[in-house]
């Protein structure tokens, strides 16, 4: 069974900056998710194949940049301007399509998590 695994998270200051990475399947939509802990897990960003169109949760876009590397089969999740609330565990998951798609349900394939944590 494929299984993505996610790297780059760390604990961090507010306004620091972090960037995670993911082996990506190729001719399919990556996605990060996020779960806070008490909390559902929510849509972070979302890349098409091979890459033309994204997408942002409201509360990450202008901060967080989703791309892809189709050469080395890598999604990154640049992260700017941490803020408290985006402690989180981050999760790389692979789409089953290739249109972009913040909904959990068109994901098929998911990584373990990395933690993120931005002090307060």
């Known amino acids: 069974q494929v299984r993505l695994v996610e790297s780059g998270g760390g604990l961090v200051q507010a306004g620091s900056s972090l960037r995670l990475s993911c082996a990506a399947i190729?001719?399919?939509?990556m996605g990060w998710f996020r779960q806070a802990s008490g909390k559902e897990r929510e849509f972070v960003a979302s890349?098409?194949?091979?890459?033309?169109?994204?997408s942002y949760a409201a509360s990450v876009k202008g901060r967080f940049t989703i791309s892809r590397d189709n050469v080395e089969n890598t999604v990154y999740l640049q992260m700017n301007s941490l803020k408290p609330e985006d402690t989180a565990v981050y999760y790389c998951?692979?789409?089953?399509?290739?249109?972009?798609?913040?909904?959990?349900?068109?994901?098929?394939?998911w990584g373990q998590g990395t933690q993120v944590t931005v002090p307060s």
């Open positions: 190729s001719h399919f939509t």
């Open positions: 998951a692979q789409g089953r399509n290739s249109i972009v798609s913040d909904s959990s349900s068109d994901y098929l394939v």
């Open positions: 890349i098409s194949w091979p890459g033309r169109k994204t």
